[in-house]
């Protein structure tokens, strides 16, 4: 089995290791020139738990290559992934597809076997049928199927997630491509991972189907977050309250800034247009979106109030640049809608990452970026927590607040206890726990 990868980015990088895992054949191939002399001078692009040991061993053992050369990559393989981005479209909010048919006439060029085209990338109904026109006005003669394959991979724990999905979803109508996908996924058969073999245009929605109901989980616990600050009540025990229910579920009820990230915003945005123009829209989710953008928003406001009303002249301190902690991905950020609101505002910004700062500086410009958290609390005027990695949930409150030149902190992600943070006499602020009555 020979499978070519198209697309190294988070998705292809991670599937395409993991693959070679499985003892299977893999070339990962990109456009990105600079990305693939990187990855063979053994250098790993983007920051992902145990990528680097994960891509090393299979290097060695000679089951993973990485080329520019998707033409002779494809001709070769059984499989062609493609897993290129599909980032939202300027203007309507659609997903832009132009890179996933660049990459399907490509492939169309490339065939010289009977080939399975699966379609990773995560692509609105009827995009797997396109790809299959596509290839088919380019190359008459070629035998080949099309087939979706969704990746519901988390950055952050990305292998873990592949090596033990929840389940597989496959969709195609081809017995003979159902095959070869059997024969890919086998060793996470053999586990008994659920695969639900579904068509095309099922496969297609399921993707959008759980991205947004997860981004409308988030929001429905961040509006309680806010209903619990005027109302007393604590959100982390509502959430346990009603997570414990089995038929609710205990995850994706974590209260912040509002969700981010490579997927959510895209992904929301890209169903509410699909299914506005099948003429059946999805309101909920068009709300969803509405009311996680003002939520970004109203985060900048919060940390003004915080500072007394204004933060003209002050100094911010930010711990967490990334949407979520053990990645370095900035795609669609809290702290790109906060930090420029605050620059605005007249604050000077001081804030470090453990992993995105190389990232973030190509995105925010005007900010000092810090070598350590310690170092971002010294002289600011409010220390504002933007994203949970574990090392911050370490820090010495004490240590912070004799650094900190006013012991002000907003935690948009309550990774400190209240009671302590108040007892050491910080003014802290978080999200839906308010202050003891
Ligand atoms: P990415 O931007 O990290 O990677 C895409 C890569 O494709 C880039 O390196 C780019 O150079 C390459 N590329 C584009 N066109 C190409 C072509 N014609 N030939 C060769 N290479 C080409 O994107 P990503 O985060 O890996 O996402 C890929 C897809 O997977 C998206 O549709 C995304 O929605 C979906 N997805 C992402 C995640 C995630 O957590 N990042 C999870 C599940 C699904």
């Known amino acids: 089995m020979r499978i070519a990868m198209i697309g190294t980015g988070y998705v292809g990088l991670v599937s395409g290791a993991c693959f070679s895992q499985f003892g299977i054949d893999v070339v990962c191939v990109d456009k990105d020139k600079q990305k693939i002399a990187r990855l063979e001078a053994g250098e790993i692009p983007i920051y992902e738990p145990g990528l680097d040991k994960l891509v090393a061993d299979n290097r060695a053992a000679g089951r993973l290559t990485f080329t520019t050369d998707l033409a002779g990559s494809v001709a070769t393989a059984d499989a062609v992934f493609i897993a290129v981005g599909t980032p939202t479209r300027r203007g309507d909010g659609h997903a832009d597809l132009s890179y996933v048919y660049a990459a ?17 990338s995560t ?13 088919r006005e380019r190359r008459p003669d070629a035998e080949f199927d099309v087939v979706s394959n969704p990746e519901f991979l988390r950055e952050g724990a990305a292998i873990e997630d592949f ?12 017995e003979r491509a159902r095959e ?5 996924y086998r060793p996470l058969y053999l586990i008994e991972t659920p695969i639900v073999f579904t068509t095309l245009e099922t ?10 109901f ?3 989980k988030i929001t429905f616990i961040n509006e309680m977050a806010d209903l619990c600050e005027k109302v007393g009540a604590d959100v982390h025990d509502v959430a346990r309250g009603i997570g414990l229910d089995g038929r609710i579920g205990r995850k994706f009820l974590h209260p912040g800034p509002g969700y981010g990230g490579s997927c959510f915003p895209k ?4 169903l509410a247009y699909t299914a506005r123009e099948a003429g059946s829209p999805v309101t909920i989710v068009e709300q969803v979106i509405q009311v996680n953008a003002e939520r970004k928003k109203r985060m ?15 100094t911010i301190g930010v711990l967490g640049l990334a949407f979520k902690p053990n990645t370095d991905d900035m795609r669609d950020a809290a702290a790109l809608d906060i930090l420029p609101a605050l620059l605005t505002a007249g604050a000077r910004i001081q804030a470090h990452d453990p992993a995105a700062m190389e990232e973030a500086a190509r995105h925010l410009k005007g900010i000092d970026y810090k070598d350590n958290a310690y170092d971002v609390a010294k002289d600011a005027d409010c220390l504002v927590v933007l994203t949970e990695w574990t090392q911050f949930r370490a820090l010495d409150p004490k240590r912070l607040k004799e650094l900190l030149r006013r012991p002000v902190v907003v935690d948009l992600r309550n990774i400190f206890n209240p009671a302590e943070m108040r007892g050491l006499g910080f003014v802290y602020e978080s999200i839906g726990r308010p202050q003891p009555r």
Request: proline content about 3%; aromatic content about 2%.
């Open 203 to 212: 496969a297609e929605l399921i993707k959008y189907a759980g991205n947004t």
């Open 104 to 120: 399907a006439s490509e492939v169309a060029d490339a065939l010289r076997q009977y080939t399975v085209i699966v379609n990773k």
């Open 163 to 174: 090596m033990k999905p929840d389940r597989i979803v496959i969709g195609t109508q081809s």
């Open 123 to 135: 692509v609105p109904v009827g995009t797997g049928r396109e790809v299959g026109r596509i290839v």
């Open 180 to 184: 070869v996908m059997r024969a890919i």
């Open 214 to 216: 997860l981004a409308t």
């Open 267 to 270: 992904d929301t945005l890209a």
């Open 300 to 314: 900048a406001q919060r940390v003004v109030e915080a500072c007394g009303g204004s933060v003209a002249g002050k």
